[in-house]
């Protein structure tokens, strides 16, 4: 690969990057966690961030042996001075074994 192509590549990777942000899980509690994705309009909006947030949520869970149980999901508003769609989405969420009593509420 040239310099040229090589540079080029690194900064697609860059832009493409930097179009979603994420706070990762975060403990919110026994069994309990959080997270928050924002992915650009351009790249699905709060659909998409909808969508990586809960499989980020489900596949953290099933790596404990557990299913997720969902307290709190929401799409994110943008900054009044923004314009454009919602771009974000934040669910909090339990890692509970399959036979927990919450889930038969």
């Given at each position: 690969?040239?310099?040229e ?47 990586v ?18 307290l ?34």
């Amino acid at each position: 690969m040239t310099n040229e192509k090589l540079f080029a590549a690194l900064i697609l990777a860059g832009v493409l990057g930097a179009c979603g942000k994420s706070t990762g899980i975060l403990p919110a509690g026994p069994n309990t966690y959080a997270i928050t994705e924002d992915v650009a309009d351009f790249r699905g909006g709060s659909m998409e961030a909808q969508r990586v947030t809960l499989a980020k949520a489900n596949a953290h869970c099933k790596s404990q042996g557990r299913e997720m149980l969902p307290l709190d999901l929401r799409e994110l508003g943008k900054p009044p001075a923004q314009t454009g769609s919602n771009t974000g989405y934040s669910a909090t969420f339990r890692c509970l074994l399959p036979s927990d009593p919450e889930f038969k509420r």
